[in-house]
Nanobody, 121 residues
Framework: QAQLVESGGGWVQAGGSLRLSCAAS????????WAWYRQGLGKQREWVAT???????DYADSVKGRWSISRDNAANTVYLQMNSLKPEDTAAYHC???????????????WGQGTQVTVSS
């Protein structure tokens, strides 16, 4: 069964750091690009960062300079290093993986619960 499983969330004080992970399993292999999204309570889901197969990265302006996305192709895993966290970063974080047939979560329509990040002031 194809799965994307996020982990690494938690509670942290403002200015702290967390490292999120997302592992792909099942039929999700040879991931082309990875992306992270977040959704705060009562808010729309928003894109956070992307990393391509070639290692190119792109970030939302709100996290640029503070966060870093990386990938481990052998482990079929993507990471999000979040530094200098702010209360407004509080959200459920979700990953997505692009394969030959498109973006996995977008196609399935299932985003799951993600991993919760809570930043206190």
């Amino acid at each position: 069964q194809a799965q994307l499983v996020e982990s690494g969330g938690g509670w942290v004080q403002a200015g702290g750091s967390l490292r999120l992970s997302c592992a792909a399993s099942g039929s999700i292999v040879n991931v082309n690009a990875w992306a992270w999204y977040r959704q705060g309570l009562g808010k729309q889901r928003e894109w956070v960062a992307t990393i391509t197969s070639g290692g190119s990265t792109d970030y939302a302006d709100s996290v640029k300079g503070r966060w870093s996305i990386s990938r481990d192709n052998a482990a079929n895993t993507v990471y999000l290093q979040m530094n200098s966290l702010k209360p407004e970063d509080t959200a459920a974080y979700h990953c997505n993986a692009q394969g030959r047939t498109g973006w996995f979560r977008t196609a399935s329509g299932s985003w799951g619960q993600g991993t919760q990040v809570t930043v206190s002031s």
